[in-house]
């Protein structure tokens, strides 16, 4: 079965530095795509960055960074020189590459900037 | 840990039919429930919210005699897509919030909608 594994309920980061957001998946799938979704106070979810399982870079999307390590099966979110407004949570997310559309998401990291 | 089932998974029809997906809370009360669309390797965009009991609030620029939402109980909401076009052929994600404070949301699998 297909999983995603967000481990930190919550994190806390200060302004300029950068900060890891963990997230580990599980799949027998050996096309799917890995995504990682902001969403602020206004409830949308804001795409990111995208990791497919066959790229051989790991993505990056100006201060985003896709740390994909196929082996461990994970894909941990690098957001550098933090700012107030990546204050926010998180969703790390996998989309089956094959036999349908099934997306399924993490639970979440709720991240905090301080000034 | 907490289930949400989403239904049907994909479905393809022809343009002028009404389809609903179903969004389910299987292991806890959702007193809120959200409903985004997707599209490919892009943002979900929020389309409504609702709680349950009342109506939902749609998000500005979103149709709500088109997409049709009730939330009838602590573990259904539908959406229904009405007389729809194949410009509505997109990923429809719900999800799924309990009613206790902080507690985070979880999604269901998506629906593909594709309409002929």
């Known amino acids: 079965a297909q999983k995603i594994t967000q481990t930190q309920p919550g994190m806390f980061v200060q302004e300029k530095e950068a900060v890891t957001l963990d997230c580990t998946y599980d799949t027998s799938d050996p096309s799917y795509g890995l995504f990682w979704y902001k969403q602020p106070s206004s409830g949308e979810m804001i795409f990111l960055i995208y990791?497919?399982?066959?790229?051989?870079q790991n993505a990056t999307e100006g201060r985003y960074s896709l740390n994909f390590q196929k082996a461990r099966k994970s894909a941990n979110l690098v957001i550098s020189a933090s700012q107030l407004g990546d204050s926010a949570m998180y969703f790390c997310a996998m989309r089956r590459g094959t036999g349908g559309f099934k997306t399924i998401f993490g639970a979440g990291t709720r991240l905090f900037v301080k000034a | 840990g907490a289930v949400v089932s989403q239904h049907p998974s994909r479905v393809i029809c022809k343009s002028g039919t009404s389809v609903k997906i179903e969004c389910r809370s299987l292991d806890f009360q959702a007193t809120t429930m959200f409903w985004y669309r997707q599209f490919p390797k892009k943002s979900l965009m929020l389309m409504a919210t609702?709680?349950?009991?009342?109506?939902?609030?749609?998000e500005q620029g979103v149709e709500k005699d088109k997409f049709l939402i009730n939330h009838a109980s602590l573990t259904l909401s539908t959406l229904t897509v009405t007389s729809a076009h194949p410009e509505d052929s997109s990923f429809y994600i719900c999800?799924?919030?309990?009613?206790?404070?902080?507690?985070?949301?979880?999604f269901g699998d998506g629906t593909r909608l594709s309409i002929l």
């Open positions: 999800s799924a919030r309990a009613r206790e404070r902080n507690q985070p949301q979880h």
């Open positions: 990791q497919g399982s066959y790229d051989q």
């Open positions: 609702s709680n349950e009991g009342s109506k939902a609030t749609y």
